[in-house]
């Protein structure tokens, strides 16, 4: 569960990883492949608006997630195809990453811990 007043940071594992929502607000996924094609997908179930229940990050793709309303949370949850392991876990700090993309800087600088 994320709550507005937090986010999860950009990272990347080398499984495929499957965002499936289930309630509260609408969680936007931020993902930048490793050629740096950015994309934003809202998960969430105002399917006339164009969000969808659930998304498929790529493995090797970093991404990010967030709360969109103010004030609420967002209730999520992920699969991972084949299993998790943490020996495949990245969480980049920020100047790497904004070294490797340098035109996402802005997303990178919100979405990233020092």
């Given at each position: 569960m994320l709550t507005s007043d937090t986010f999860s940071a950009f990272h990347k594992i080398n499984q495929d990883e499957i965002w499936h929502f289930y309630e509260g607000s609408a969680l936007k996924l931020?993902?930048?492949?490793?050629?740096?094609?950015?994309?934003?997908?809202?998960?969430?179930?105002?399917?006339?608006?164009g969000q969808v229940p659930q998304f498929v990050v790529p493995g090797g793709h970093w991404f990010a997630a967030k709360t969109i309303e103010t004030d609420s949370y967002s209730f999520v949850g992920c699969t991972v195809s084949p299993g998790f392991d943490f020996a495949d876990f990245v969480l980049p700090k920020r100047e790497e990453l904004i070294s490797k993309f340098p035109q996402h800087q802005e997303i990178i600088s919100q979405l990233t811990r020092n």
């Open positions: 931020y993902v930048i492949s490793d050629k740096g094609e950015y994309s934003e997908h809202v998960i969430g179930n105002d399917f006339a608006a």
